[in-house]
């Protein structure tokens, strides 16, 4: 049974409550419950708890869509409100947790002001800073997700907005935090790699159609899309069967950067075997065309495969066959080129259903 199942409220020290919750949004996770008039300043929030099942520091704006900053309309992905954190701001949530379970969270984000923004997320001991400066769909919002341990029986998720620009305003725009469960795939027989089908990975929300961003350094210890590490100066994109073209079963991986956008992993190996690295290459439905290729890995081996799109779905598949030079075989793919879409969004070739296995007698298959 997939979630956590819902446990009694608990209260803490400080008279907050740790929600317990199932796999999805966390408690007004995204922020439609506002403060009351008497906690706000123009849009500007006053009272440290104002917004409902949120702790905030700083300077926080409660933004409604299409409200107006100068020239720019703010817009907001699902429903109709958003927070905007500015210097130094955050906003916080305490939750129940199982100890020593794998979480992800998903959250998305819009650049309100500056060029290079970034965030720090973090669920004690565990932290990271995620760089936004790179936008990657063309409505101006952009889904990411993060991962954490839980060491303890609660998680306090904090949001956290590092810059320090002229207009202490300016910061990005929060909406729609979920959290889900991560069950790390074990080795079997039928695939030397974890999670090749990449089905096990982020919560991706139901209502948006641009998938969510594992972000570019994360390694396989915590990471969202457990088995694997995003190895690259990119993000890489998790999408699903309901809103993309995806080769096999519900998620697959868009390769969105070119050679900045890679995943990799490490699989155990046996000198002087041979192996088959079989994968499927297509395109997410998502008007992204042209001639795309997708290298592949294994070693010191490599293989290009070259896919012509003609954005509107489907796959071809691949078999890298390599012989190991060691107990230790770094699997790894990215995409040769950039590419956009009709929408002027990064997009990318799909990859999707990778599989190692050693081959029993190699000289059947010559």
Known sequence: MRGVILLSVLLCATCHIAFSIRDGLVPNGDFELGPKPSDMNGTKVLNRYAVPRWEISGFVEYIKSGQKQGDMLLVVPEGAFAVRLGNEASVKQRIK????????????YARTCAQEES??????PDSGLLPLQTLYSSNGWDSYAWAFQAEYDYAEIVLHNPGVEEDPACGPLIDSVAIRGLYPPRLSNKNILKNGGFEEGPYIFPNTSWGVLIPPNIEDDHSPLPGWMVESLKAVKYIDSDHFSVPQDKRAIELVAGKESAIAQIAR?????????SFAVGDANNACQGSMVVEAFAGKDTLKVPY????KGGFKRAVL??????NRTRVMFLSTFYTMNDFSSLCGPVIDDVKLLSVKNPRRMM
Request: charged share 15%; proline share 3%; hydrophobic share 35%.
């Open 119 to 124: 965030l720090n997320i973090s669920v004690a």
């Open 308 to 311: 012509e799109s003609k954005g």
């Open 269 to 277: 190996t046996t000198p002087g075997k041979t192996y088959t690295l």
């Open 321 to 326: 066959r390599f012989v190991a030079v060691s």
């Open 97 to 108: 947790v199982i100890k020593g379970t794998y979480y992800s969270i998903s959250f998305s």
